[in-house]
């Protein structure tokens, strides 16, 4: 939770970010690598109404959210090499975010092949999806720093080669960014 400047207070041994810290913690054009745009999706961050959210622990009526707050914003790559979608969800305790990111781990498998990568905050996952007849190839790493998981696609994966290690540092740079926030500081971490 936080009071109307963003900022993040403990709740227990957990720090709950709102939809402000959480838009601080999404990157910046300046926090992105050198030739970086923006996309399609402005920086933005949303609380979800209290009438749909989920209590602290995760219960609540058919249909709740068990996210409290969200972040989104799309950055395109160097030349017509791909776009990165982020997606921040701020759960109200650690145990959820745990839950939420054990189920995407799991659905995350489906039709995909997971991708080895290096650790990025409390936990993650990568998975590499094939072509579809209506999308071009992507890779997504969901990551869980304390109370948010993060998720990170690279759409048109194909079209760098190195898509697998952009994706990565970028999720290693958003962990860092997410970690600031709970720990109350200023989000500054850069991609390399």
């Not at 690598?33 to 009438?51: F, I, N």
């Not at 997606?87 to 799991?106: I, Y």
């Amino acid at each position: 939770m936080s009071d109307a400047r963003g900022e993040s207070r403990q709740s227990g041994s957990d720090t709950v970010l709102d939809a402000e810290a959480l838009r601080k913690a999404l990157p910046d054009l300046q926090s992105m690598p050198v030739g970086w745009k923006s996309g399609l999706t402005q920086l933005k961050a949303r609380e979800v109404p209290r009438e749909k959210r989920c209590s602290k622990n995760g219960d609540g009526p058919e249909g709740c959210w068990w996210h409290w707050s969200t972040g989104t914003v799309q950055y395109r790559a160097p030349g017509d090499s791909g776009a990165v979608n982020w997606d921040l969800l701020a759960c109200p305790g650690r145990e959820v975010a745990s839950r939420a990111f054990k189920n995407r781990k799991k659905n995350g498998a489906i039709g995909a092949a997971e991708v080895s990568m290096r650790r990025a905050g409390d936990e993650s996952v990568a998975y590499a999806d094939p072509r579809a007849p209506y999308a071009g190839p992507r890779i997504t790493m969901t990551v869980r720093v304390g109370t948010v998981i993060a998720v990170l696609t690279y759409q048109d994966s194909d079209k760098d080669p190195n898509s697998a290690q952009v994706l990565e540092s970028l999720a290693q740079m958003q962990a860092k960014r997410l970690r600031q926030a709970e720990l109350g500081q200023v989000p500054t971490a850069k991609a390399g």
